[in-house]
């Protein structure tokens, strides 16, 4: 077993988009399926997803997968409610786990290739986290020491890992991805995303 494990946060109801976009389209699959093969295909292990609104729909799309699928019947109390049932999941599948990466279902362009490189980055700066760095912002995918679990299991309300980045800047070491800046939020961010004519490159 890895010794860092991966959480894909999808548990949001997705209201702007006035849909699950855990359920649109991409290429052959769905964009929950595409992010959590991306995720399986990383040196991460184990892989848990978080679902919230909608899992009746959502769950089919990624049961079979090998990853651990874990319901948030607080959902609606924010992203907060759902780091912490992904870590209290992830302590009990591997309580020697020394870090986790978080990462989110709405980033169309996230790669194997990213996720990778937080944990040999993670090595070789002892720094306790390493985020993604895109839009003059650190964000996730973002790997975490499990000094920081704690903190990020207390995080209340709809407030995101990237509250504990803020608060531990000093420590935080930033792998360039600037496609991160991309995110499906609403129909007109899924529209331009379609509409452009980059091939899908990045699945692996």
């Not at 995720?39 to 729909?57: K, Q």
Request: aromatic fraction near 6%.
């Amino acid at each position: 077993m890895s010794a860092v494990g991966l959480i894909v946060l999808a548990a949001g109801a997705s209201t702007r988009m006035g849909m699950p976009k855990q359920l649109l389209q991409f290429g052959e699959r769905s964009l929950i399926g595409h992010v959590v093969e991306v995720a399986i295909a990383s040196v991460c292990n184990p892989i848990i997803v978080v679902l919230g609104a909608s899992s009746d729909r959502i769950k089919p799309e990624v049961e079979r997968l090998d990853v651990r699928v874990v319901e948030n019947p607080h959902w609606a109390e924010g992203m907060s409610t759902s780091i912490r049932i992904g870590i209290e999941t992830l302590n009990a599948i591997n309580p020697d786990v020394e870090a986790v990466v978080l990462m989110l279902c709405d980033q169309p362009f996230v790669s194997t290739q990213i996720i990778d490189k937080l944990q040999p980055a993670y090595r070789a700066t002892g720094k306790p986290i390493i985020a993604s760095e895109y839009a003059e912002i650190s964000g996730v995918p973002a790997l975490f020491s499990r000094a920081l679990f704690s903190e990020l299991s207390a995080l209340s309300g709809d407030v995101g890992a990237r509250q504990v980045i803020k608060q531990h800047a000093h420590a935080v070491f930033a792998v360039p991805f600037p496609e991160g800046a991309i995110d499906l939020d609403t129909p007109k961010n899924y529209e331009a995303f379609q509409a452009q004519s980059v091939p899908f490159i990045h699945w692996r």
